[in-house]
């Protein structure tokens, strides 16, 4: 393999890899901004020039040394780009000599003769690459004194994504992403010099589902998402990991919350599932129906209509009805949302508790949501790991049936809305005699249901998630509730982290809804069994214990590997070079 | 343990020890104080007019077109004592793109650093001549956009003493 140099120490790297790649593989960052690993190499920023040379050859043929030892290099009489210079071995780079240091500070003058003092009103300040790289290689000043070139600075270039002309500085990340991932070629450069600017094509809009990542590669700020803008500055926003429910490929996300919530869900890079992107539906309908509508505190449906009650007068209130029926009268549906560790218990309480096998999950098809890219059909997050758990699905149009034809009594569902406007569940339903719901909206099925209990979404819970390609992927709450209160501490955004009783921005709703394993325990509590878990992380290991496939999984393993496929937790894919284009830099 | 030697009491002077000529003393300086002119004024009838320095509420400079600020939040991450909330909205009226939908302080927070007015961009948070901040209840104590809109005539001198020393 090639040797190459790179200010004094000495890499190898697979041949044909270019100087930016081998050094990010050692662990080396040039500065950059047009280039990035999913995308072509377009090397038009100029950012990444760096000083390249080789070792002087005698006229024998032998390398030349200096009177030291060190050898004498032939640098090329012009910097060279990073991004597009492929390695040689014996190749010498610089990065830290006077003229590179030179160039990127002509460089980022040259880039900030037009670029506008926008950042006090831009969305991407406090993350940005520009405002990075201003601190880190520009000495900061300008010799360019005259009135700066105006632009469009609202261009709309579909429904999710708004284009500010000031601030773009001509990557063209933008345009090679819509070309090459998303497959809509409508964005080109038009005009020449410091008038060039971004347009689609006429009659075109840029309305690829995976038109939003744009924004997310986009080193400045110049393009902003239309359901985002202005909703609150980076630093106030905590963002932790998750995983996206939209559907059964589990694009690993980061979810961006204040005030208790959440804001914006964006991508995390995760080579093997969705490298660097994720889908708008998923961006833009994921974390709504969290915020909004939701059920907090269990309640008991009396004489009087519902009455709040506590967590565990609801679990005895579940237990003493679910004790009248025969044991195969009563029914179990688990949402396809639920994480492994939620099924699990529920799958414990319906086997060792209740005694029942009508357990069920409730297949959820869209094929009109699948590609070829990212999206499934398969629209329940967790399908696969549900079904490894040995639960078996059935089709929406069952449900009714399932219901008359085993003479159900008693039904019990959490964290699904079975009903869906469908008239004849809603009869069905209407005929059981008693119907117990722990559930995260207001719905049909909250109109009806005897018991209902506030429970908690993908992200107000750890779990875990089994994807399409059965990759298990572990998510950590992003929002507080009266649950997780203890644990979430320095996982808050600085708003809420330091806010007092009498602050009105601390006011968010802090809900009172639980994750399925601590309710589905909870009604095995009032049944009599005791579980005994603490955690999620018990219930998992208990998983990992019983159900084969899950063998030699923790959550440190799945953290530390982004996620491991079941049965080969032993042997986990190579992550290769994890990129970060540019996140919010704390301090 | 008590101390009973050279005690305040043991070193008067025989005349001080008399008393009656310490009083007359007294009453002269009370005398001569009289004739002097009063240092004290009635407050509130009577107010004090800070200068352009004082560092009074911080308060939002208002222009005829509407507020100054966009929204940055920038006083709000400053703020060591977490005072401000601000919350951006978009406008497609005016030429500011951004301008704040809430803006609150909460005065029982706030300790007068006037960190807010140092950073502003804009220089549309300053620190006004306000000094006599009273509420009667915690939730009266949080000011909003009403109470902190200051027409930019009133503020001034403030602005001339920032041109010259920020
Ligand atoms: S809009 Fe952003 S990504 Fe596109 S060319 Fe401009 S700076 Fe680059
Ligand atoms: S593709 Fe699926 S998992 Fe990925 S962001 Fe979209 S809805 Fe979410
Ligand atoms: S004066 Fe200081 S404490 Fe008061 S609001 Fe401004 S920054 Fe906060
Ligand atoms: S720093 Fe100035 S412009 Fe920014 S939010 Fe505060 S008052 Fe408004
Ligand atoms: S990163 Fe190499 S030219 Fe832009």
Same mark, same amino acid.
């Given at each position: 393999?090639?040797?190459?140099?790179?200010?004094?120490?000495?890499?190898?790297?697979q041949p044909?890899k270019?100087i930016?790649?081998?050094?990010?593989e050692?662990?080396?960052?040039?500065p950059?901004?047009?280039?990035?690993?999913?995308?072509?190499?377009?090397?038009?920023?100029?950012?990444?020039?760096?000083?390249?040379?080789?070792q002087?050859?005698?006229?024998?043929?032998?390398?030349?040394?200096?009177?030291e030892g060190?050898p004498?290099?032939?640098?090329?009489?012009?910097?060279?780009i990073a991004?597009?210079?492929p390695?040689?071995?014996?190749?010498?780079?610089?990065?830290?000599?006077?003229?590179t240091?030179?160039?990127?500070?002509?460089?980022?003058?040259?880039?900030?003769?037009?670029?506008?003092?926008?950042?006090?009103i831009c969305?991407?300040?406090?993350?940005?690459k520009l405002?990075?790289y201003?601190?880190?290689?520009?000495k900061?000043e300008?010799?360019?004194?005259?009135i700066?070139?105006?632009?469009?600075?609202?261009?709309?270039?579909?429904?999710?994504?708004?284009?500010d002309?000031?601030?773009?500085?001509?990557?063209?990340?933008c345009?090679?992403?819509?070309?090459?991932i998303?497959?809509?070629p409508v964005l080109?450069?038009?005009?020449?010099?410091?008038?060039?600017?971004?347009?689609?094509f006429?009659?075109?809009?840029?309305?690829s589902p995976?038109s939003?990542n744009?924004?997310?590669?986009?080193?400045?700020?110049?393009?902003?998402?239309?359901?985002?803008?202005?909703?609150?500055?980076v630093?106030?926003m905590?963002?932790?990991?998750?995983?996206?429910?939209?559907?059964?490929?589990?694009?690993n996300?980061?979810?961006?919350?204040?005030?208790?919530?959440i804001l914006?869900?964006e991508?995390?890079?995760?080579?093997?599932v969705?490298k660097?992107?994720?889908?708008?539906a998923?961006?833009?309908?994921?974390?709504?129906?969290?915020?909004?509508?939701?059920?907090s505190?269990?309640?008991?449906?009396?004489?009087?209509?519902?009455?709040l009650?506590?967590?565990?007068?609801?679990?005895?209130a579940?237990?003493?009805?679910i004790?009248?029926?025969?044991?195969d009268e009563?029914?179990?549906?688990?949402?396809?949302?639920l994480?492994?560790?939620?099924v699990?218990?529920v799958?414990?309480?319906?086997?060792?508790v209740?005694h029942?096998?009508r357990?069920?999950?409730?297949?959820r098809?869209?094929?009109?949501?699948?590609?070829? *890219?990212?999206r499934?059909?398969d629209?329940?997050?967790n +399908?696969?790991? !549900? @079904?490894?758990?040995? #639960?078996? %699905?059935?089709k929406?149009?069952?449900?009714a049936?399932?219901?008359?034809?085993?003479?159900?009594?008693?039904?019990?569902?959490l964290?699904?809305?079975?009903?869906?406007?469908?008239?004849?569940?809603?009869?069905?339903?209407?005929?059981?005699s008693? *119907?117990a719901?722990?559930t995260?909206?207001?719905?049909? +099925?909250?109109e !009806? @249901?005897?018991?209902i #209990?506030? %429970?908690?979404?993908y992200?107000e819970?750890?779990?875990?998630?089994?994807?399409?390609?059965?990759?298990?992927?572990?998510?950590?709450?992003?929002i507080?509730?009266?649950?997780?209160?203890?644990?979430?501490g320095?996982k808050m955004?600085?708003?809420?982290k330091?806010?007092?009783?009498?602050?009105?921005?601390?006011?968010?709703?802090k809900?009172d809804c639980?994750?399925?394993?601590?309710?589905?325990?909870?009604?095995?509590?009032?049944l009599?069994t005791?579980?005994?878990y603490?955690n999620?992380?018990?219930?998992?290991?208990?998983?990992?214990?019983?159900v084969?496939?899950?063998n030699?999984?923790s959550?440190?393993a799945?953290d530390s590997?982004?996620g491991l496929t079941?049965?080969?937790a032993?042997?986990?894919?190579?992550?290769?070079?994890?990129?970060?284009?540019?996140?919010?830099?704390?301090n | 343990?008590?101390?009973?030697?050279?005690?305040?009491?043991?070193?008067l002077?025989?005349?001080?020890?008399?008393?009656?000529?310490?009083?007359?003393k007294?009453?002269?300086s009370?005398?001569k104080?009289?004739?002097?002119?009063?240092?004290?004024?009635?407050?509130?009838?009577?107010?004090w007019?800070?200068?352009?320095?004082?560092?009074?509420?911080?308060v939002?400079?208002?222009?005829?077109?509407?507020?100054?600020?966009?929204?940055?939040?920038?006083?709000?991450?400053?703020?060591p004592?977490l005072?401000?909330?601000?919350?951006?909205?978009?406008?497609?009226e005016?030429?500011?793109?951004r301008?704040p939908d809430?803006?609150e302080?909460?005065?029982?927070?706030?300790?007068?650093?006037?960190?807010?007015?140092?950073?502003c961009p804009?220089e549309?948070?300053?620190m006004s001549?306000?000094?006599?901040?009273?509420?009667?209840?915690q939730?009266?104590?949080?000011?909003?956009?009403?109470q902190l809109?200051t027409?930019?005539?009133?503020?001034?001198?403030?602005?001339?003493?920032?041109?010259?020393?920020k």
């Open positions: 393999m090639p040797v190459i140099t790179i200010d004094g120490v000495k890499i190898e790297a044909g270019t930016i790649e081998a050094c990010l050692n662990g080396i960052t040039i950059h901004f047009c280039w990035h690993p999913s995308l072509s190499v377009a090397g038009n920023c100029r950012m990444c020039l760096v000083n390249v040379g080789s002087k050859k005698s006229p024998e043929g032998t390398l030349e040394v200096d009177g060190n004498v290099i032939m640098w090329m009489p012009k910097l060279q991004c597009a210079t390695i040689s071995d014996g190749m010498f780079v610089s990065t830290k000599d006077d003229k240091l030179t160039a990127q500070n002509s460089v980022m003058e040259f880039i900030l003769i037009n670029h506008p003092l926008d950042c006090p969305d991407e300040a406090g993350q940005c405002q990075e201003a601190y880190k290689f520009s900061g300008s010799r360019f004194d005259d700066k070139n105006h632009k469009d600075k609202r261009v709309a270039w579909g429904p999710q994504v708004m284009f002309g000031e601030r773009c500085i001509s990557c063209s990340r345009i090679r992403f819509a070309t090459e998303a497959n809509q080109s450069f038009v005009q020449r010099g410091d008038h060039v600017t971004i347009e689609t006429e009659g075109t809009q840029f309305d995976y939003m744009v924004i997310d590669i986009c080193p400045v700020g110049a393009l902003t998402s239309i359901d985002f803008r202005f909703k609150a500055r630093w106030d905590s963002f932790n990991d998750s995983v996206c429910p939209g559907c059964s490929r589990g694009c996300i980061k979810v961006g919350v204040r005030d208790n919530e914006r869900l991508p995390r890079a995760n080579p093997i969705n660097y992107w994720m889908c708008d998923g961006r833009t309908t994921q974390y709504k129906w969290v915020n909004a509508n939701r059920v505190g269990s309640y008991i449906r009396s004489d009087k209509g519902l009455v009650a506590d967590a565990d007068t609801a679990y005895t579940i237990a003493k009805a004790k009248q029926y025969k044991s009563v029914m179990i549906v688990v949402g396809g949302m994480s492994n560790e939620d699990y218990t799958k414990k309480l319906a086997s060792e209740i029942t096998n357990l069920v999950v409730v297949e098809t869209d094929t009109g949501f699948a590609d070829s *890219f990212l499934t059909a629209r329940n997050a +399908s696969h790991g !549900i @079904a490894s758990l040995g #639960i078996t %699905s059935i929406p149009n069952e449900i049936d399932y219901i008359s034809k085993n003479h159900i009594k008693a039904l019990l569902v964290g699904d809305e079975i009903i869906r406007g469908d008239e004849a569940i809603l009869s069905a339903v209407k005929s059981l008693f *119907f719901l722990a995260f909206n207001e719905c049909q +099925s909250t !009806i @249901a005897n018991v #209990i506030g %429970s908690a979404t992200a819970s750890e779990g875990t998630y089994t994807n399409i390609t059965d990759r298990v992927q572990h998510f950590t709450p992003a507080v509730t009266k649950e997780n209160m203890r644990i979430m320095m955004s600085r708003l809420d330091f806010g007092a009783q009498n602050d009105r921005w601390t006011q968010g709703d809900r639980k994750q399925h394993w601590r309710i589905a325990q909870g009604i095995a509590e009032a009599g005791n579980f005994g603490k999620s992380e018990s219930v998992f290991d208990d998983i990992v214990k019983h084969t496939g899950y030699h999984m959550y440190d799945l590997h982004l079941l049965n080969h032993q042997h986990p894919e190579s992550l290769g070079v994890i990129y970060e284009s540019h996140t919010l830099k704390p | 343990m008590n101390v009973t030697t050279n005690t305040a009491a043991q070193r002077t025989f005349w001080e020890k008399l008393y009656l000529p310490e009083i007359v007294g009453l002269v009370t005398l104080t009289m004739a002097k002119p009063s240092m004290t004024r009635r407050y509130p009838e009577e107010r007019e800070p200068l352009g320095s004082y560092r009074g509420r911080p939002l400079v208002q222009e005829e077109s509407g507020e100054r600020c966009v929204a940055c939040g920038l006083c709000s991450r400053v703020c004592a005072a401000i909330e601000v919350r951006a909205a978009e406008t497609m005016r030429d500011k793109e301008y809430l803006f302080i909460n005065m029982l927070r706030c300790i007068y650093c006037g960190f807010c007015e140092e950073v804009e549309a948070i300053v001549k306000d000094y006599d901040i009273v509420f009667h209840s939730e009266a104590a949080i000011f909003g956009k009403d809109l027409p930019v005539a009133r503020l001034q001198e403030r602005l001339e003493f920032l041109r010259q020393y």
